[in-house]
């Protein structure tokens, strides 16, 4: 996969160029060179000129944005890091929290090793599903999840995942499933959790995992 690592030439980008260099082509968008030039190929430029953006993203799968420290938490480092992806399994060694999006709503969001280990959603059960794996006998999801075909193509008003999902119920058809509470670290937008609480979608950040504080000694 082609990644573009935007502001890569800082302290985290460096941090993770090794590691992603081993699978990924890298590019790095940046206001300097980055250390590691000879794993990534390098664009001058800055996250604030759409021109260099553009340039930056042309060709490539995704993206990795290295940003300040978000009011969801960060790293010891003071910082943020939001990756955008199709793979997984990448996401899963990479991020602490994970946001699923299913034609672009939120399926399913919460601790990375909760939701990728232990899917509530049906879309997201299908993902994990389906990643491969080199020996066929193991698989990241428990089941296998059956795919539906019966209801492709009819129109629904509530749940977009409904002409797909296995596990549709009329009511799914509906309405627009809310984001349930199902514990402390995952919600999902599912009418099969609907005896949870209602999340609301700008309390999303509270079933975010927050990795433990680094307090500064005090000299
Ligand atoms: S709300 Fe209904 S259609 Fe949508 S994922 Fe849940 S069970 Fe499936």
Redesign the pocket.
């Known amino acids: 996969m082609k990644v573009l690592l935007i502001g890569g030439s800082g302290m985290v980008g460096s941090f993770i160029t090794p590691y992603l260099a081993k699978h990924h082509e890298l590019r790095v968008l940046d206001m300097v060179p980055p250390k590691r030039a000879d794993l990534v190929e390098y664009i001058q430029g800055s996250i604030s000129n759409p021109d260099d953006v553009a340039r930056a993203l042309d060709g490539m799968d995704t993206f990795v944005n290295l940003v300040m420290r978000s009011p969801q938490g960060g790293s010891e480092f003071g910082i943020s890091l939001l990756y955008i992806t199709h793979d997984l399994t990448t996401a899963y060694q990479v991020c602490d929290n994970i946001v699923v999006l299913y034609q672009g709503s939120v399926?399913e969001a919460g601790s990375v090793e909760r939701v990728i280990r232990d899917p509530k959603?049906?879309?997201t059960q299908l993902l994990v599903s389906s990643i491969p794996q080199t020996d066929r006998s193991q698989r990241w999801g428990n089941d296998e999840i059956p795919i539906a075909e019966a209801n492709v193509g009819r129109a629904?008003s509530?749940?977009?995942?409904?002409p797909r999902?296995?596990?549709?119920?009329e009511?799914?058809?509906q309405r627009i499933?809310p984001l349930f509470q199902i514990d402390s670290d995952r919600a999902?937008?599912?009418?099969?959790?609907k005896q949870a609480p209602v999340l609301p979608s700008e309390g999303i950040g509270r079933v975010f995992h927050r990795p433990v504080e680094t307090s500064t000694p005090t000299p």
């Open positions: 399926t959603h049906p879309y629904t509530g749940c977009r995942f409904a999902c296995a596990a549709v119920m009511e799914c058809w499933p999902a937008s599912c009418y099969l959790h």
